[in-house]
């Protein structure tokens, strides 16, 4: 019963291994059998979850590397997995491309802003979005130039 659960859990979208030892907490006694079986099953693998969260959150979501390293951390993902998928998946897409779609999203609504009030707007919400200053800054000052 409990594992026909996790299986329907694990039908909307992979978990971590943290994720489930959470739904698992004051649900069983033995959670180490429960997260075993689902290891050999191949339905927890904490290295493929975190490469398919960068690909979907900088695809549909327009994230920053810091912030995708930040929300990976918080599912529990091992320092060393985190730093080999961003380190990978950074290389494929660069940050000032997703950056530049991120913007271009946003800058619709800022068109009547004055040229440094667009600026200070446009920096803070790419910050927010998890991109470095530098990045920020350079596609901002890409931006007015066009």
């Given at each position: 019963m ?18 489930i ?26 290295e493929?979850?975190a ?20 929300e ?24 000032e ?15 009547k ?13 790419l ?16 931006f007015?130039?066009?």
């Amino acid at each position: 019963m409990l594992l026909q659960k996790i299986y329907r859990l694990l039908s909307f979208r992979d978990r971590s291994e943290k994720e489930i030892r959470d739904y698992l907490k004051n649900k069983t006694s033995k959670p180490e059998q429960i997260i075993n079986q689902l290891k050999e099953q191949g339905y927890i693998d904490d290295e493929k979850f975190a490469r398919e969260w960068v690909e979907s959150r900088r695809r549909s979501k327009h994230k920053g590397i810091r912030a995708i390293k930040a929300e990976l951390w918080q599912k529990g993902i091992d320092k060393e997995i985190i730093e080999e998928v961003t380190g990978v998946e950074c290389l494929e897409s660069s940050e000032e491309q997703i950056a530049e779609k991120a913007l271009e999203k946003k800058a619709k609504a800022w068109q009547k802003l004055e040229s440094m009030e667009f600026r200070k707007k446009a920096t803070d919400f790419l910050m927010r979005k998890g991109f470095e200053y530098s990045v920020a800054k350079a596609v901002v000052d890409n931006f007015l130039e066009k």
